[in-house]
């Protein structure tokens, strides 16, 4: 059986996953109306794997007789001045995601909710991987300043990402 306390941290988590996926589906829709089609790409993937992030914490929370009580999730901003912009906040809120998954795992360590510190390892390493991946884009474009060739060309790039 879940921990009460533990449950009610995952419950809250799956709604910071939903948020992530509103973020960068906001982002990606604004990426849209710039026209930089592999950003937006980019960022519907990343959109896409947050709802998988979401779903791994409903089956955990489910399979350990938990309850799911589902949250209202905010709206996230729908314009920004640059991708250099997005790409800095992206960065930002995974840096944040990550730090709420360690207080989790901190909270299951504390009441002994063995099962969900284990669980909770595999998103200790993909945040490691999200975090790496964002900040490498955002150091991009802040090389990249006002060079329009550049950008088209990571555009292109971000466009090749697979699912
Ligand atoms: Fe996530
Ligand atoms: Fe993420």
């Known amino acids: 059986m879940i921990n009460s306390k533990v ?12 948020y992530s996926f509103y973020l960068y589906l906001s982002m990606a829709a604004h990426f849209e109306s710039m026209n930089l089609k592999g950003f937006a790409h980019w960022m519907k993937i ?5 709802t998988k992030h979401a779903m791994k914490i409903y089956e955990h929370i489910i399979q350990r007789g938990g309850k799911i ?3 209202q999730i905010d709206a996230p901003p729908s314009t920004w ?5 997005m790409f800095a906040e992206a960065y ?3 840096q944040k995601v990550t730090e709420s998954i360690n207080k989790i795992v901190e909270l299951s360590k504390a009441e002994k909710d063995n099962a969900s510190e284990i669980f909770l ?4 390493n993909e945040q490691v991987e999200e975090e790496a991946s964002t900040y490498e884009i955002a ?9 329009a060739r550049a950008l088209f060309m990571l555009d292109a790039e971000l466009g090749k990402r697979s699912s």
Do not use: P, T, Y
């Not at 390892?121 to 200790?124: A, K, P, Y």
């Open 7 to 18: 449950e009610g941290a995952l419950n809250d988590q799956v709604r910071k996953e939903f």
């Open 46 to 50: 990343q959109a896409n794997e947050e």
């Open 69 to 71: 009580v589902l949250q």
């Open 81 to 85: 001045k640059s991708a250099k912009e």
């Open 92 to 94: 930002q809120h995974e």
């Open 121 to 124: 390892q595999w998103f200790v």
């Open 139 to 147: 150091q991009k474009l802040q090389m990249i300043g006002d060079d």
